[in-house]
């Protein structure tokens, strides 16, 4: 993996790719949620103040996602944290999902925010793979 730079003033920090990945989608009577694992490959704690997201599957944009739930992401680790969808990306993922039980191709464009050294940076990543769709399950 090579070293990318974050976007932002000179004195950013070089980093190793972090990576987020989407986990599920799960399908409630109650909302969407979506489950992400953020990936740490630094030697370094990070702390993401929040994050945006935006998610594509099997080709076609189902939405945007907002996490405003700060994050610490310990040196070579990773964290995993599930987050409600809202307004039109919920009702979108939902539909997807009852479409398509089992499992579909993704594309997460993400833009972290990261804390360093008191400045907020922007740090943009992506990845694609396959996540379990999870639709909603009515009891008898």
Same mark, same amino acid.
């Not at 190793?16 to 990576?19: A, L, V, Y």
């Given at each position: 993996m090579?070293?990318?730079?974050?976007?932002?003033?000179?004195?950013?920090?070089?980093l190793?790719?972090?990576?987020v990945q989407v986990k599920e989608l799960t399908s409630t009577t109650s909302g969407t949620m979506i489950t992400l694992r953020f990936?740490?490959?630094n030697n370094v704690p990070l702390v993401v103040p929040?994050?945006?997201?935006?998610l594509y599957l099997n080709g076609t944009l189902v939405g945007f @996602?907002? +996490?405003? *739930?700060a994050l610490g992401i310990p040196?070579?680790?990773?964290?995993?944290? #599930?987050?409600a969808l809202f307004g039109d990306t919920a009702k979108s993922a939902g539909h997807f999902i009852a479409d398509h039980p089992g499992s579909a191709a993704y594309t997460l464009e993400s833009t972290l925010r990261l804390?360093?050294?008191?400045? @907020?940076? +922007?740090? *943009?990543?992506?990845?694609?793979?396959?996540?379990?769709?999870?639709?909603? #399950?009515?009891?008898p």
């Open positions: 090579g070293l990318l730079m974050l976007t932002g003033c000179s004195s950013a920090p070089k190793e790719r972090i990576g990936i740490n490959p929040g994050s945006e997201h935006t @996602i907002k +996490n405003r *739930k040196p070579l680790g990773t964290v995993t944290e #599930s987050i804390n360093w050294n008191d400045d @907020i940076y +922007n740090y *943009k990543t992506s990845d694609q793979g396959h996540v379990t769709l999870n639709p909603t #399950s009515v009891a």
